[in-house]
């Protein structure tokens, strides 16, 4: 809702396309993992487990057609 159905942004920052690279492009995906998990959602920040921040962080990439990995994300690796 805040981010758009195609995550253009919308009362939130767009999680796709050049308005997300632009924030995004130089940070690395452990900085926006703990965004995710820190900050949303803005009603309930914090409420969100480390696994869901992942999956939601593996779902924007996917929305914004960013190449897989050759593995699946974990929290070992995000840290």
């Not at 995004?24 to 995906?29: A, C, E, I, N, P």
């Amino acid at each position: 809702m805040c981010h758009g159905e195609a995550l253009e942004g919308v009362v939130g920052p767009p999680l796709a396309g050049a308005g997300f690279l632009s924030a995004w492009g130089t940070r690395s995906l452990a900085d926006l993992v703990d965004k995710i998990e820190k900050t949303m959602p803005p009603q309930a920040a914090g409420s969100m487990s480390r696994q869901q921040a992942i999956d939601l962080a593996a779902f924007v990439l996917r929305a914004g057609k960013f190449p897989a990995g050759q593995t699946d994300l974990e929290p070992a690796v995000l840290t």
